[in-house]
């Protein structure tokens, strides 16, 4: 991969390229060139054209999503029969089972083998296949030597692939390329990184954009400075403001262009009030936002004016972001003061939302079909096509597979005369066959003993417990689908009428006779003469020719199916429009706003607001250029999240394709206003993101954030250690002992009061996520809660009470994800109350100087906040803070024990009784057990199992003035200081703890 030397070479090749790849660039045959050439992404200074800068971003999108199948394809080409890699999955004995005649496309159900995984795939929280994938597949006696056929995962409902053997369902990228034959085997391929449906639709936009007029490109593309006001602003530059803020009516209406306000007005502070302005008369506007300085808040507060001063028939103001998540954040607020707004694509898991899209409203109150419009005619062609196809593929029905194919279909192709057809019946009159139907096809007879039935043994694939890496929690993955494009109208599985395909025989093979020599018999006019041990090679020349034949037929149809998909969208969106058009407000993701560009584009919207526009690559950014903008305000933070790349190499010089529009034009100068005063993390967790954005002012709120129950006043802490990393099949690193560390720190904190909701664990790696998600779930006083345990890259945008932050990383020179100083800020801000570090600070500090800042921070305040012990802590005002005393509880349990602790706030079935049980079993023994263990009977009495006590309690945990020592068990600590408080004073628990500590109890 390299640069074109002439970055302003304006050959329009690029404007030509398919929608989907085409197997040639798959299969890297499309030109002899050793590199791929690629323009280099101006990020410094202007660019040279509209179309240069078009041409390279579109180039390098395509490349960063067609590399990656790319290079799989070249890895099962050179190795055949290789296992699955961490880049590449591969699928074999893959076989067409049917069509599903849905009207997004004609979806293909193929059936396949995982056996080359090695492992037992756990579908629902696996990446493998998902709809919107891209896939490439190859004859199984080619193997991608010259044969390749490119294809996109249509659905794959959970039912399918849970199957033995699993399936889904694909769309061939191109109808000329679809196939049908039910005993033609495939092998499938597909790249473990890189998703191209999200990528298809800004290719495309971009293209039409190099036709179409570029609003704003004077700034996004020249970098002129920005200090004009929208057209529609000039026209009506005077509004009522106080409206917007909930403050009193007035009727005093403000000049926005003219007499803005000086001082802000509200609840607004001065850099809020100041990005305000820029928001509402900068036909671009830049706003950074860092952690908690309330950039959605001010881009609400931006809508509600926006809105409150629209006039009727105004067009609706345009919202997007990079997640669903984050839209639907936004949209809740819009909803709280404008109830006309509409969802647009996507699935969103907010009730209130998901009533307000496009698909639900739809069906709600179904729209009268538009005079004119092509959705009617459409569905009539739909109707005739699908009756077409499924007449041609009869004989591939179930109901008509049950011998071999009929003889009068090859006479009808052509394939065999009048005269031998009749022969063939004549010869097969009187021939009687055990279990043959009277009505049996002549070929059955003439075949004899060389007909074969045609069966796919597929072996059971049983691993074990060996699983496939989880990729996703459940709901991420849905969350990931749905950021993809992939909408409530084809989502999991796709409408319309399905056809099951089966073509049970087949001829014997035994290639006694070359195919020339098997066609010069095919030349009698009575096929009875042929020798019977080469009739099963015939017939299967027969079958090869006729399909061939048939195929030419099939594909001409898809053809014209696919095009007629094409109205029926179209027809859909007329539909949908008059449903549009009445909305004030329009919401959709980043890429949704690319593939509804279209629908979009007829609203002739004059504004758009983009929310994490830095957390987005620049060309979804450009592609939400509609020719009607006049308008478009960029909100986001810069030294956070970046935009992902599936290749890493295009992150670096000369492409750097993670590099968003926001944080281009901010490097080259362009106006913008960053906000100042935070209003999320307490000033001892504040502090830490110093050496990135300077002295941040805190607002009032955050100075009276709560103490965390156990931890005393400290509110931030590093716990140090020196405990070796590991990594996991896929290369993800994680540490056991730090992860079992956390989860006792995470239990401890419950106990003591902290709600589990409240408490976020944060990581760098899926790795260690998997880890400590095992360690939750394994832990019975968890069971019922959802534990947060997420990636930092997926949290951008949230916050919580308490973050717990995993580094996993230690002892080794370099520190990979940790040094990018984009996540490690967002590592570093989530935190609301309390923020406790995990990992070997020594081993960071010195890689990287970021983190050398921030742990000399921690290390150099005069409450030290770094160590090689946690600091757990007993508060003098227990009463106060847990509403217990020193006096001994005594309450009775719900086995009949008294209570054995002391006086406690937490509720009893959180305590685990040690006492004797002593209960009667079914088997009549006395349960000699204590009370928290099942009551099973170990003598040799056939009713060995006993009903089990419930298994939910758990130690009580109390607070001790001791360090707890690096991998003692907090929770058994705890327990055992808790019961030393009656008979001893601090020293003596300290010194108890200490020896619990030795002991590795």
């Known amino acids: 991969m390299e640069s074109q030397d002439d970055p302003n070479d304006d050959s329009d090749s690029w404007l030509l390229k398919p929608e989907l790849p085409s197997p040639e660039e798959v299969l890297g045959t499309e030109c002899d060139a050793k590199f791929v050439d690629l323009p280099p992404n101006q990020i410094h200074g202007p660019w040279g054209s509209e179309e240069q800068y078009l041409k390279a971003h579109y180039e390098l999108l395509r490349e960063d999503s067609v590399a990656p199948l790319r290079d799989a394809v070249a890895y099962v080409r050179e190795d055949p029969l290789m296992k699955d890699s961490k880049d590449v999955s591969v699928y074999e004995k893959v076989y067409v089972r049917g069509i599903t005649f849905a009207q997004q496309g004609m979806a293909f159900r193929i059936r396949f083998s995982t056996h080359r995984a090695g492992k037992s795939i756990v579908w629902e929280y696996s990446k493998r296949l998902i709809a919107g994938s891209i896939v490439a597949l190859s004859p199984a006696d080619d193997l991608f030597k010259t044969k390749c056929v490119i294809a996109i995962v249509a659905a794959r409902p959970l039912e399918g692939v849970k199957q033995q053997p699993p399936e889904v369902d694909i769309y061939f990228a191109r109808p000329e390329d679809a196939a049908f034959d039910p005993q033609q085997e495939w092998i499938m391929v597909e790249a473990k990184t890189g998703y191209y449906e999200s990528a298809r639709h800004t290719m495309t936009a971009l293209q039409k954009m190099n036709t179409e007029k570029f609003p704003l490109a004077e700034h996004i593309c020249s970098l002129v400075p920005n200090t004009d006001a929208p057209e529609y602003v000039k026209e009506s530059p005077v509004l009522n403001i106080h409206s917007a803020l909930d403050l009193p009516e007035s009727k005093d209406r403000t000049h926005i262009l003219e007499n803005w306000p000086r001082s802000p007005i509200g609840d607004l502070d001065v850099t809020q009030w100041r990005a305000l302005e820029l928001m509402l008369t900068k036909s671009l506007a830049i706003v950074q936002g860092p952690p908690g300085t309330g950039k959605t808040f001010v881009s609400v507060v931006a809508l509600k004016m926006l809105l409150s001063n629209m006039k009727p028939g105004d067009p609706p103001v345009i919202i997007t972001s990079q997640t669903n998540h984050a839209l639907d954040q936004l949209l809740r607020h819009v909803s709280k003061f404008e109830q006309s707004y509409i969802r647009l694509g996507g699935r969103s898991n907010d009730p209130e939302i998901k009533k307000r899209t496009v698909f639900a409203v739809r069906k709600s109150r179904p729209v009268a079909a538009l005079k004119g419009g092509i959705f009617g005619a459409a569905q009539k062609k739909y109707k005739a096509l699908h009756r077409s196809i499924t007449e041609l593929l009869r004989d591939f029905s179930i109901e008509n597979a049950d011998g071999p194919l009929p003889s009068d279909l090859f006479v009808g192709y052509g394939l065999l005369s009048q005269a031998q057809y009749e022969s063939l019946v004549k010869g097969a009159k009187g021939w009687v066959r055990p279990g043959e139907r009277e009505d049996a096809d002549p070929l059955l007879t003439w075949l004899g ?282 290369s993800s690193k994680f540490n056991e002992k730090e992860a079992r560390m956390i989860a006792g720190f995470f239990i401890y904190l419950v106990l003591n009061g902290v709600r589990v909701e409240d408490i976020t664990v944060l990581t760098f790696y899926n790795g260690q996520r998997k880890k400590l998600l095992k360690l939750f779930k394994e832990d019975p006083y968890l069971q019922g809660h959802y534990v947060k345990v997420v990636t930092v890259d997926s949290f951008q945008g949230e916050e919580n009470e308490v973050v717990i932050l995993s580094l996993v990383r230690s002892g080794k020179p370099t520190i990979g994800f940790l040094s990018i100083e984009n996540r490690v800020c967002v590592a570093l801000s989530r935190a609301r109350s309390g923020f406790f570090i995990f990992g070997n600070a020594k081993s960071i500090a010195s890689a990287d100087p970021l983190w050398h800042k921030v742990v000399s921070i921690m290390g150099n305040t005069a409450k030290r906040r770094i160590g090689y012990d946690l600091p757990l802590t007993y508060p003098s005002d227990w009463q106060a803070t847990h509403g217990g005393c020193h006096r001994p509880c005594k309450e009775r349990l719900s086995c009949g024990h008294e209570c054995a602790l002391f006086c406690h706030s937490f509720s009893h079935d959180k305590v685990r009784c040690n006492e004797i049980c002593n209960q009667t079993m079914r088997c009549g023994h006395t349960c000699n057990k204590p009370c928290f263990e099942s009551h099973i009977c170990h003598c040799q009495c056939p009713l060995i199992q006993a009903a089990p006590s419930d298994p939910t309690g758990l130690d009580s945990i109390q607070n001790t003035h001791s360090h707890i020592i690096n991998e003692e068990s907090i929770r058994q600590a705890a327990i055992r200081g808790y019961q030393a408080f009656a008979n001893g004073g601090a020293k003596e628990q300290d010194e108890l703890l200490l020896k619990l500590a030795e002991s590795k109890i």
């Open 449 to 730: 003993d060389q007909a074969v039935k045609f069966k796919v043994e597929y072996s059971a694939e049983n691993f074990g417990f060996q699983e496939d890496e989880i990729d996703l929690e459940y709901e991420q993955l849905k969350e990931l689908e749905a950021e993809q494009g992939v909408d409530d109208d084809d989502f999991e599985t796709l409408k319309g009428p399905y056809m099951p395909l089966l073509e049970s025989l087949h001829g014997h093979s035994v290639s006694l006779a070359s195919e020339a020599a098997c066609l010069k018999h095919l030349k009698q006019s009575d096929l009875w003469k042929i020798p019977l041990k080469i009739r099963g090679e015939i017939y299967n020349i027969l079958c090869k020719q006729m399909k061939q034949k048939l195929t030419k037929k099939f594909r001409q149809l898809v053809v014209s199916y696919t095009e007629n998909c094409t109205d029926l969208r179209i027809g859909k969106w007329e539909r949908d429009c008059t449903i549009l058009q009445d909305a004030k407000v329009i919401g959709m993701t980043t890429t949704g706003i690319s593939k509804y560009r279209g629908l979009v584009s007829s609203l002739k919207p004059t504004t758009v607001l983009i929310e994490e526009a830095a957390e987005t690559i620049e060309a979804p950014i450009a592609a939400a250029c509609l020719d009607s903008i006049q308008h478009m305000i960029l909100v986001g933070d810069h030294k956070q999240l970046r935009g992902s790349c599936s290749v890493q190499d295009l992150q670096g010089e000369p492409f750097f394709l993670d590099i968003s529009m926001f944080e281009r034009l901010v490097s080259n100068g362009l106006n913008y206003i960053t906000l100042e005063e935070q209003r999320r993390m307490a000033p001892e967790i504040r502090q830490l993101l110093e050496p990135i954005y300077g002295q941040l002012q805190d607002h009032q709120s955050v100075l009276q954030r709560p103490e965390i129950p156990g931890m005393g006043d400290i509110r931030s802490y590093f716990f140090s250690h020196n405990w070796p990393e590991s990594f996991d099949s896929l």
